[in-house]
């Protein structure tokens, strides 16, 4: 079997495994429970919680029923002559958040400094920044069970049948279809147009992926985009809402406004793009020579 035959065969197993081993239960959750109260309320945290293992138990089963082995599994950390892209999962969502923040004030209110620095004190921002930046390490154990799979198994045998944009683009829509379940019950978007809530999901997975993927080729090592995804998850953006002002209180957001605030997380992921393209073809030239 061909490289790509055999790359192919693993993607689609692959594929099979992420989104029964997740779309069943959390079906079934929805349909028993409730979205709200099974994933929303806290009562069932556990079941929260492992259910987003499913593609790193996909990656597992995988390799298990193909026979393909460990060798590239970056469950390494590989922290020697890395330490700045951990450093960069660390900083680029909050980077994010102060662009956003900015985009927000501009956008739907005004730059009143007296304002922010009446809302922001200090110790309230350092609060936050401190406090994200210590947590997000420790929970990204949650994120491992995503990341294992998309950038730990996903990627590598996309990227060869699709090349870096392809892998970046489809790659996206599929991390971001995955979540559809939660979706289209109001997770993240509401419940105004749940399909269009998907299409927001998979948009948002395409520009944060691009730079997980980044991060994973660059270490060798998974860890870095669990770190990075953890805070995403856990505020990391939210020090950007310390350069709001002058958004009335009453401002209603639709979907379309959803979308233009994602702008600057897709220019960003944009860049890092650009950059994953150039190192690739550094790397095909310096093969040449």
């Known amino acids: 079997m061909s490289s790509k035959k055999a790359d192919l065969k693993r993607l689609v197993i692959f594929l099979l495994l992420a989104f029964g081993s997740t779309w069943i239960p ?40 193909t026979n393909e082995g460990w060798e590239d599994s970056k469950l390494h ?71 294992f799979g998309w950038r730990g198994y996903m990627n590598d045998k996309m990227e060869p049948l699709l090349g870096t944009v392809g892998t970046c683009i489809v790659g996206g829509m599929i991390w ?26 998979c948009l948002n997975c395409i520009s944060s992926g691009i730079i997980l993927m980044w991060l994973t080729k660059k270490t060798g090592s998974v860890f870095p985009a669990c770190i990075m995804h953890s805070m995403n998850n856990n505020g990391g953006t939210l020090v950007g809402n310390f350069l ?28 890092f793009l650009i950059l994953m393209l150039r190192e690739k073809r550094l790397e095909k030239t310096l093969a040449l020579c």
């Open 26 to 65: 959390w079906i079934a959750f929805n349909i028993i429970f409730g979205y709200s109260e099974w994933f929303e309320s806290g009562h069932y945290g556990l079941l929260v919680l492992l259910s987003g293992f499913g593609p790193a138990l996909a990656n597992v089963l995988t390799r298990k029923l």
């Open 244 to 271: 709001v002002s002058g958004v009335p209180e009453t401002l209603e957001t639709t979907l379309l406004d959803e979308l233009y605030l994602m702008l600057p997380q897709v220019v960003v992921g944009a860049v």
């Open 176 to 201: 971001g279809v995955w979540h559809a379940p939660l979706t289209l019950c109001g997770h993240n978007y509401g419940t105004e147009q749940p399909f269009v809530g998907v299409l927001l999901m």
């Open 77 to 147: 950390l590989n922290l020697k002559g890395n330490l700045k892209y951990y450093l960069v999962a660390l900083v680029i969502m909050s980077a994010v958040g102060v662009l956003s923040g900015l985009q927000i004030t501009f956008t739907y209110g005004s730059w009143d400094f007296a304002e922010i620095s009446e809302n922001a004190p200090l110790t309230a921002v350092l609060n936050t920044v401190l406090g994200t930046f210590a947590s997000a390490p420790l929970f990204a154990f949650i994120t491992f069970g995503e990341e």
